[in-house]
């Protein structure tokens, strides 16, 4: 079939136009062979299934399902003609406006489709992952945020599984312009981290480890709060915009006592 499937047309339309009418019938809900066998009918007027299978390069015990399901359709009819079973395609125009007819009746039912859907906008949806590769995938998505990352971590556990990785992270983030604020626990790496604030595109301030030792990072952004346990290499990714905006709320207050204590520990 694959040889002969656009053959039909040849001497009247141009190949691709022809698989352009395809491409059309099936974005309305036509399967290819469907929308073969209506073309060769709208090409033939009438004709015999015999007849459309060999034109259509489609099976003949498959023509007569495809016919069936047209027929059910609405889109093509039969005649019983000097012994024989003629199909034929109804006019296109009738294919419009059956779509036309379909669109009015779902806007009828928008409002009441909308309410099922209501209550999925605002339930937390929630994404696990495991592995190292899992809480790459966790941080690839925070490189999709369009607000600022807000960023609570310890520096030395984050950078012991994901080392090999951070460069990349940071590159990408910069290219996309991304800003981040962020509370680090206070050691070496919490130190490079805000002494290349400003080339990596970051407002870190340092709190003391001993006294809030953070075992997860966490990167609030966008609707999404984005939670990771290094340790146990599992992480999830919660959205939803009332609880982000919440958990940026309180991001914001620690990130005004954090200044403090990085003042405190820089005397």
């Known amino acids: 079939m694959a040889g002969n499937r656009y053959t039909i047309s040849k001497e009247r339309l141009p190949k691709n136009m022809y698989k352009n009418l395809v491409s059309a019938l099936e974005s309305v809900g036509f399967s290819t062979k469907e929308s073969l066998t209506y073309l060769t009918l709208l090409e033939l007027n009438e004709a015999l299934p015999s007849t459309i299978a060999r034109k259509s390069g489609i099976k003949r015990p498959t023509v007569y399902v495809i016919l069936e399901q047209l027929q059910n359709k609405g889109f093509i009819s039969h005649v019983n003609k000097k012994g024989g079973l003629y199909f034929r395609a109804v006019a296109p125009i009738r294919i419009l406006e059956e779509e036309k007819n379909k669109l009015e009746r779902l806007k009828i039912f928008l409002p009441e ?99 809030f030792p953070f ?15 290094h340790e146990d290499k599992v992480g999830v990714i919660l959205q939803n915009k009332n609880i982000a905006d919440t ?21």
Do not use: H
Request: charged share 35%.
């Open 247 to 267: 958990q940026r709320a309180i991001f914001n207050l620690a990130f005004e006592y954090a200044k403090i204590l990085d003042k405190k520990e820089q005397r």
């Open 215 to 229: 075992k997860n990072e966490i990167n609030i952004y966008d609707d999404k709060v984005a939670i990771i346990s």
């Open 113 to 211: 489709l909308e309410k099922l859907n209501q209550k999925y906008e605002v339930t937390p949806q929630m994404s696990v992952y495991e592995g190292k590769e899992g809480l790459v995938q966790i941080m690839e998505d925070t490189l999709t945020a369009k607000t600022e990352l807000c960023c609570w971590a310890n520096p030395q556990i984050a950078m012991g599984l994901l080392e090999d990785y951070y460069s990349t992270y940071v590159k990408k983030k910069v290219e996309r312009k991304i800003w981040l604020r962020g509370i680090f626990c206070l050691d070496r790496i919490g130190q490079e981290f805000k002494a290349k604030g400003k080339e990596e595109l970051r407002e870190v301030y340092l709190i003391p480890a001993e006294k």
